[in-house]
């Protein structure tokens, strides 16, 4: 997408989006917001550093990361993030979807912002089969096994999630546990839940919400859902809120209507999100004329992700 493009979609002269991408004055706020919108839900990104354009190469490092309501994902950004801040290179994050081409994603970054290097969260070998040929800087994919590829600039890390989870099933079963209760049904506490299945365990998951996983691709739970039904072992309860567990073992859930409803379990997973420390917030609310809330820190808002948060940081921002 082009400013050209914004400007049509916008109904904005391409003078007036170029102001409003670069945050100079002489916009109305009603034009201004109605171009940060489109530009925000197209994902468009302008590409200002001339300079680097006119380089060879710069010293930055740019992630793409696939998925966007993948929690593994979002805390190693922030690792990276961490870890490059005390670097001379900045980090470039790019988050795509999940169904999008990775690669060629990069090659328009490789294009636009000439990295020295980049990085793969989450990978399609197809993508990189058909198109990485047109990439020369040094590259990483984590979590994907990329060692068949052949190419010399691409290497991979990745972690044996198999053996991983068979060491917790044979610790369990050595504990003599078979009764599993997982609590919390977003995507991570479903696919623990099946895993344990199928290694013979019987799982219960604990959900407060009417239905399981969520925020997960349609595809990805069209076959979950499938592998839940072909396992007898595993079952569901849904619209329950954990109230407590008693011993250290058995559930204890209440439904709407506040009817109590007891799960007996060997071990007892969580599978849980977090509860947002609203005490900051309210410390730092008069200490500055504008403060400027960003992800869940208010009172009755949703639960969000990480990289929501983030984008809503950046937007507010280009807004001061």
Known sequence: MTIKDLAKETGYSVG???????????VSQKARDAILAIVHERGFQLNTNAKTLKQQRSNCIAAVVKGTANEMFASLVEQLQALFAATEHPL?????????????????????????????????NTYFEQDFARITVPTVVVTNDASRLPFENLSSVTTDDRKGAACAVEYLLRAGHKD????????????TALFLA????????????????????????????????????LHVRTGLRVTGIRGGKTVSAADVDG???????????YALGLRSNMAVYDSLIYSAPQVIPVGDCLRGVKAKKTREAMLEGYWAAMRL
Do not use: Y
């Open 92 to 124: 470039i994050v790019d988050f795509i979807d999940e169904d999008a081409n990775e690669v060629k994603r990069a090659v328009q970054l490789c294009a636009e912002r000439k990295p020295m290097g980049l990085m793969f969260l989450g990978a399609t």
């Open 180 to 191: 599993v209760a997982v609590l919390g049904g977003g995507l991570i506490g479903c696919e």
């Open 16 to 26: 007036t989006i170029s102001r409003v991408l670069n945050n100079q004055p002489n």
């Open 198 to 233: 199928k290694a013979g365990h019987e799982v219960t998951i604990v959900e407060m919400l009417d239905e399981i996983a969520p925020e997960a691709n349609w595809m990805h739970k069209e076959g979950m859902m499938q592998a839940f039904a072909e396992t007898p072992s």
């Open 259 to 269: 009817a109590e409803h007891i799960i007996e379990a060997d071990s007892v997973i």
